[in-house]
T-cell receptor, first 114, second 119 residues
Framework: DGGITQSPKYLFRKEGQNVTLSCEQN?????MYWYRQDPGQGLRLIYY???????QKGDIAEGYSVSREKKESFPLTVTSAQKNPTAFYLC?????????????FGDGTRLSIL | AQKITQTQPGMFVQEKEAVTLDCTYDTSDPSYGLFWYKQPSSGEMIFLIY??????QNATEGRYSLNFQKARKSANLVISASQLGDSAMYFCAMREPLYSGAGSYQLTFGKGTKLSVIP
Protein backbone atom coordinates (compact mmCIF):
# COMPACT_ATOMS: atom_id res chain seq x y z
CA ASP A 1 0.00 0.00 0.00
CA GLY A 2 1.37 3.42 -0.97
CA GLY A 3 1.58 6.13 1.60
CA ILE A 4 3.61 8.42 3.82
CA THR A 5 5.33 7.12 6.94
CA GLN A 6 6.35 9.46 9.73
CA SER A 7 8.43 8.39 12.71
CA PRO A 8 8.53 8.49 15.60
CA LYS A 9 4.92 9.02 16.60
CA TYR A 10 6.01 10.76 19.82
CA LEU A 11 9.30 12.58 20.45
CA PHE A 12 10.72 14.40 23.43
CA ARG A 13 13.41 17.05 23.24
CA LYS A 14 15.75 18.19 25.96
CA GLU A 15 16.95 21.77 26.27
CA GLY A 16 19.62 22.60 23.69
CA GLN A 17 19.14 19.37 21.75
CA ASN A 18 18.50 18.92 18.03
CA VAL A 19 15.98 16.26 17.05
CA THR A 20 15.14 14.81 13.64
CA LEU A 21 11.70 13.77 12.44
CA SER A 22 11.56 11.18 9.68
CA CYS A 23 9.26 11.29 6.64
CA GLU A 24 9.30 8.61 3.92
CA GLN A 25 6.89 8.25 0.99
CA ASN A 26 6.42 5.50 -1.59
CA UNK A 27 3.90 7.38 -3.73
CA UNK A 28 6.57 8.49 -6.23
CA UNK A 29 5.58 12.10 -5.56
CA UNK A 30 7.99 14.86 -6.56
CA UNK A 31 6.96 17.43 -3.96
CA MET A 32 7.19 17.05 -0.20
CA TYR A 33 6.18 19.44 2.57
CA TRP A 34 6.49 19.90 6.33
CA TYR A 35 3.72 21.56 8.32
CA ARG A 36 3.41 22.50 11.98
CA GLN A 37 0.09 22.38 13.85
CA ASP A 38 -0.44 24.06 17.22
CA PRO A 39 -3.50 23.29 19.41
CA GLY A 40 -6.70 24.78 18.05
CA GLN A 41 -4.94 25.98 14.92
CA GLY A 42 -4.64 25.05 11.29
CA LEU A 43 -1.39 23.94 9.69
CA ARG A 44 1.50 26.26 8.83
CA LEU A 45 4.18 25.49 6.23
CA ILE A 46 7.76 25.06 7.48
CA TYR A 47 9.69 23.83 4.41
CA TYR A 48 8.94 22.29 1.05
CA UNK A 49 10.89 20.50 -1.67
CA UNK A 50 10.01 19.97 -5.32
CA UNK A 51 13.05 17.99 -6.38
CA UNK A 52 15.95 16.09 -4.90
CA UNK A 53 18.70 18.29 -3.45
CA UNK A 54 16.49 21.38 -3.53
CA UNK A 55 14.20 22.83 -0.87
CA GLN A 56 12.65 26.18 0.02
CA LYS A 57 11.59 27.93 3.23
CA GLY A 58 7.93 28.22 4.08
CA ASP A 59 6.23 30.69 6.41
CA ILE A 60 7.87 29.53 9.67
CA ALA A 61 11.29 28.06 8.75
CA GLU A 62 13.31 29.68 11.55
CA GLY A 63 14.77 27.08 13.90
CA TYR A 64 14.24 24.21 11.45
CA SER A 65 16.34 22.54 8.77
CA VAL A 66 15.65 19.88 6.13
CA SER A 67 17.41 17.76 3.54
CA ARG A 68 16.23 15.98 0.38
CA GLU A 69 18.92 13.50 -0.64
CA LYS A 70 16.41 10.96 -1.98
CA LYS A 71 13.06 11.42 -3.67
CA GLU A 72 11.39 9.24 -1.03
CA SER A 73 12.77 10.96 2.05
CA PHE A 74 12.41 14.45 3.56
CA PRO A 75 13.63 14.56 7.18
CA LEU A 76 13.03 17.62 9.35
CA THR A 77 15.48 18.68 12.07
CA VAL A 78 14.18 20.82 14.91
CA THR A 79 17.20 22.71 16.14
CA SER A 80 17.91 24.25 19.54
CA ALA A 81 17.24 27.62 17.91
CA GLN A 82 13.53 26.76 17.78
CA LYS A 83 12.47 28.07 21.18
CA ASN A 84 8.90 26.77 21.12
CA PRO A 85 9.04 23.39 19.36
CA THR A 86 6.12 21.72 21.15
CA ALA A 87 3.63 20.98 18.37
CA PHE A 88 2.23 18.35 16.04
CA TYR A 89 4.31 17.97 12.86
CA LEU A 90 2.81 16.69 9.63
CA CYS A 91 4.63 15.69 6.47
CA UNK A 92 2.84 15.76 3.11
CA UNK A 93 3.57 14.99 -0.53
CA UNK A 94 1.98 15.73 -3.89
CA UNK A 95 2.52 15.20 -7.60
CA UNK A 96 3.64 18.12 -9.77
CA UNK A 97 1.53 19.47 -11.53
CA UNK A 98 -1.50 19.78 -11.71
CA UNK A 99 -2.43 21.87 -8.74
CA UNK A 100 -5.87 20.34 -8.28
CA UNK A 101 -4.32 17.18 -6.91
CA UNK A 102 -4.44 16.97 -3.12
CA UNK A 103 -1.50 16.82 -0.79
CA UNK A 104 -1.35 13.48 1.00
CA PHE A 105 -0.37 13.49 4.66
CA GLY A 106 1.40 11.17 7.05
CA ASP A 107 0.11 10.35 10.54
CA GLY A 108 2.23 13.02 12.22
CA THR A 109 4.80 13.30 15.01
CA ARG A 110 4.01 14.91 18.38
CA LEU A 111 7.04 16.74 19.75
CA SER A 112 7.25 17.81 23.37
CA ILE A 113 9.87 19.50 25.55
CA LEU A 114 11.26 17.61 28.55
CA ALA B 1 -2.61 37.89 1.85
CA GLN B 2 -4.88 34.95 1.30
CA LYS B 3 -7.02 33.93 4.22
CA ILE B 4 -9.43 31.19 5.25
CA THR B 5 -12.14 31.71 7.86
CA GLN B 6 -14.07 28.95 9.57
CA THR B 7 -16.51 30.62 11.96
CA GLN B 8 -17.83 27.51 13.73
CA PRO B 9 -15.37 26.22 16.36
CA GLY B 10 -17.71 23.32 17.14
CA MET B 11 -20.83 21.73 15.67
CA PHE B 12 -23.19 18.98 16.79
CA VAL B 13 -25.31 16.89 14.45
CA GLN B 14 -27.68 13.99 15.02
CA GLU B 15 -26.69 10.72 13.39
CA LYS B 16 -28.21 10.32 9.89
CA GLU B 17 -28.85 14.07 9.59
CA ALA B 18 -27.06 16.43 7.18
CA VAL B 19 -24.67 19.12 8.39
CA THR B 20 -23.04 22.15 6.75
CA LEU B 21 -19.59 23.37 7.78
CA ASP B 22 -18.86 26.95 6.79
CA CYS B 23 -15.77 28.27 5.04
CA THR B 24 -15.12 31.70 3.59
CA TYR B 25 -11.95 32.74 1.83
CA ASP B 26 -10.22 35.85 0.69
CA THR B 27 -8.05 36.07 -2.40
CA SER B 28 -7.45 38.41 -5.31
CA ASP B 29 -6.07 35.62 -7.50
CA PRO B 30 -8.61 34.52 -10.17
CA SER B 31 -7.16 31.01 -10.18
CA TYR B 32 -7.43 29.20 -6.88
CA GLY B 33 -8.53 25.92 -5.40
CA LEU B 34 -10.23 24.92 -2.19
CA PHE B 35 -9.73 21.66 -0.31
CA TRP B 36 -11.48 20.11 2.66
CA TYR B 37 -9.62 17.76 4.98
CA LYS B 38 -10.82 15.65 7.91
CA GLN B 39 -8.58 15.16 10.94
CA PRO B 40 -9.69 12.43 13.38
CA SER B 41 -8.36 12.43 16.93
CA SER B 42 -5.51 10.18 15.78
CA GLY B 43 -4.09 13.17 13.88
CA GLU B 44 -3.80 12.19 10.23
CA MET B 45 -5.20 14.59 7.61
CA ILE B 46 -7.62 12.89 5.22
CA PHE B 47 -8.47 14.59 1.91
CA LEU B 48 -12.22 14.82 1.32
CA ILE B 49 -13.05 17.06 -1.63
CA TYR B 50 -11.66 19.70 -4.00
CA UNK B 51 -13.22 22.68 -5.80
CA UNK B 52 -11.37 24.71 -8.42
CA UNK B 53 -12.23 28.36 -9.00
CA UNK B 54 -13.10 27.70 -12.65
CA UNK B 55 -15.20 24.61 -11.99
CA UNK B 56 -18.74 25.17 -13.24
CA GLN B 57 -20.38 22.63 -10.97
CA ASN B 58 -20.20 22.04 -7.25
CA ALA B 59 -17.89 19.17 -6.34
CA THR B 60 -19.33 15.98 -4.88
CA GLU B 61 -17.63 12.88 -3.42
CA GLY B 62 -19.97 10.30 -1.97
CA ARG B 63 -21.63 11.81 1.11
CA TYR B 64 -19.56 14.99 0.79
CA SER B 65 -20.54 17.93 -1.37
CA LEU B 66 -19.25 21.45 -1.63
CA ASN B 67 -21.62 24.41 -1.78
CA PHE B 68 -19.44 26.80 -3.78
CA GLN B 69 -20.67 30.40 -3.99
CA LYS B 70 -17.95 32.25 -5.83
CA ALA B 71 -19.43 35.75 -5.55
CA ARG B 72 -19.73 35.33 -1.78
CA LYS B 73 -16.31 33.68 -1.58
CA SER B 74 -17.70 30.76 0.35
CA ALA B 75 -17.05 27.03 0.02
CA ASN B 76 -19.17 25.23 2.57
CA LEU B 77 -18.86 21.48 3.10
CA VAL B 78 -22.09 19.51 3.30
CA ILE B 79 -22.03 16.06 4.86
CA SER B 80 -25.19 14.06 4.24
CA ALA B 81 -26.44 11.19 6.41
CA SER B 82 -23.91 11.79 9.21
CA GLN B 83 -22.26 8.77 10.79
CA LEU B 84 -20.56 8.39 14.17
CA GLY B 85 -17.25 8.03 12.35
CA ASP B 86 -17.64 11.55 10.96
CA SER B 87 -16.79 12.99 14.39
CA ALA B 88 -13.51 14.83 13.80
CA MET B 89 -11.92 18.20 13.07
CA TYR B 90 -12.63 19.53 9.59
CA PHE B 91 -10.30 21.97 7.87
CA CYS B 92 -10.89 24.15 4.86
CA ALA B 93 -7.73 25.03 2.94
CA MET B 94 -6.92 27.20 -0.04
CA ARG B 95 -4.25 26.52 -2.60
CA GLU B 96 -1.62 29.24 -2.76
CA PRO B 97 1.06 29.04 -5.49
CA LEU B 98 4.65 28.74 -4.39
CA TYR B 99 6.85 31.20 -6.25
CA SER B 100 9.46 28.63 -7.15
CA GLY B 101 7.01 27.39 -9.75
CA ALA B 102 6.78 23.83 -11.16
CA GLY B 103 3.14 23.64 -10.10
CA SER B 104 3.76 23.19 -6.41
CA TYR B 105 1.56 24.95 -3.96
CA GLN B 106 1.11 25.75 -0.32
CA LEU B 107 -2.10 25.04 1.51
CA THR B 108 -3.37 27.88 3.70
CA PHE B 109 -5.59 26.39 6.39
CA GLY B 110 -8.48 27.70 8.46
CA LYS B 111 -8.59 26.99 12.19
CA GLY B 112 -11.02 24.13 11.75
CA THR B 113 -14.45 23.05 12.97
CA LYS B 114 -14.88 20.23 15.46
CA LEU B 115 -17.84 18.10 14.42
CA SER B 116 -19.49 15.81 16.94
CA VAL B 117 -22.08 13.29 15.74
CA ILE B 118 -24.65 12.35 18.37
CA PRO B 119 -26.18 8.85 18.31
Amino acid sequence: DGGITQSPKYLFRKEGQNVTLSCEQNLNHDAMYWYRQDPGQGLRLIYYSQIVNDFQKGDIAEGYSVSREKKESFPLTVTSAQKNPTAFYLCASSILPPMDQPQHFGDGTRLSIL
Amino acid sequence: AQKITQTQPGMFVQEKEAVTLDCTYDTSDPSYGLFWYKQPSSGEMIFLIYQGSYDQQNATEGRYSLNFQKARKSANLVISASQLGDSAMYFCAMREPLYSGAGSYQLTFGKGTKLSVIP
